[in-house]
């Protein structure tokens, strides 16, 4: 039976939208403060609370079975992050000014904590739908982008819903420093069945070309991924520097997706004007699979936001990903 956070009962009970202007300036300031999506923020957070335009039509609790999904800080204050190598899925998004944000799935496994956590974007809804009534954790987001997230098919949890879940750090400064303890908001991974990607798992097909590494680039951070003979995995490295855990555990996928989507502009800006890149994770494209020290050229498709994305060869076998970790990083057409 997941667990219901006493914040986000304590918000459905007695929160009013006519509760007087004093009251709300005082809930914005405490809401921006735990968010820590500050005006100042190196990665363009607006500083606006969670508490902003939140509606109360949301689902009252995560259901049993349902995956957790947390938004992590990726700019170099944030690092190293925590609880990210026990991640089952790891999504590499595009972010204000050419920079990086990673959403982690967890189903199989919880760590101890999860972060630094930061905050929503749009993309992130459209990407979740694929998961039935998925967990969001994150730090906060834009007004303007708060009445969709509370119309999405998902489970909200910031550090106002959830107090007890979330905490500071004292190593980072704010506000690359908020941790999300896990089972705090779940009693206990929902297992592999929760994981409705699409994403098949088994050989390899034939079709492979020999790689050692592979680099990503984005306008202002990059992501490479180095084939390790010994560990049998890719050794993921972020703007040059390897990407280690605050638990000294490398970061090690086992296959890793370069997904070639359409990014576009978004109706959002962050609070110095910069376009938030909407990415479209609905349709159809190619594909890069790495695995087992092996490229192989792919082709994509996802319907309908429901759908999870099948992979499949240019000659249209079947793609297998290899048992473990898979990152998915999305590369503009």
């Not at 370069?258 to 190619?286: A, C, M, W």
Request: net charge negative; hydrophobic share 35%.
């Amino acid at each position: 039976m997941a667990k219901v956070s006493r914040g986000l009962r304590a918000r459905r009970s007695h929160r009013s939208p006519q509760r007087g202007t004093t009251g709300l300036l005082a809930a914005l300031t405490t809401a921006a403060l735990l968010a820590g999506c500050t005006a100042g923020g190196p990665d363009g957070d607006d500083g606006r609370g969670p508490d902003e335009g939140r509606g109360d039509d949301r689902t009252s609790a995560a259901p049993a079975g349902s995956v957790l999904a947390v938004k992590i800080d990726n700019v170099d204050a944030a690092r190293p992050q925590t609880g990210l190598d026990a991640a089952d899925i790891v999504y590499a998004e595009q972010v204000e000014g050419g920079l990086s944000r990673l959403m982690a799935v967890y189903a199989t496994k919880f760590p101890e904590s999860v972060g630094p956590v930061r905050s929503a974007r749009e993309s992130d809804l459209e990407l979740l739908r694929q998961f039935h009534e998925p967990t969001l954790a994150f730090s906060g987001a834009q007004g303007k982008l708060l009445p969709l997230i509370d119309r999405a098919p998902l489970h909200a949890e910031t550090p106002e819903d959830a107090a007890d879940a979330y905490f500071r750090g004292d190593e980072k400064p704010v506000p690359h420093n908020l941790y999300l303890r896990p089972e705090e908001l779940i009693d206990s991974p929902p297992g592999a069945q929760a994981l409705t990607t699409g994403f098949r798992y088994g050989p390899a097909p034939a079709s492979g070309t020999p790689e050692d590494s592979r680099t990503v680039r984005y306008p202002a951070a990059r992501f490479t991924f180095s084939w390790s003979e010994d560990r049998q995995r890719w050794l993921v490295s972020m703007d040059g520097t390897p990407t280690v855990t605050t638990d000294d555990a490398r970061v090690a996928p086992a296959t890793v997706v370069v997904q070639y989507v359409n990014i576009r502009k978004s109706q959002f800006h962050d609070y110095l004007g910069n376009n938030t890149p909407y990415t479209e994770t609905v349709g159809s494209g190619r594909a890069e699979v790495l695995r087992d020290g092996q490229v192989f050229d792919a082709n994509w498709q996802r319907e309908i936001p429901t759908d999870g994305t099948s992979f499949t060869t240019r000659d249209g076998e079947r793609m297998n990903f290899a048992e473990g970790q898979v990152w998915v990083v999305y590369a503009k057409k």
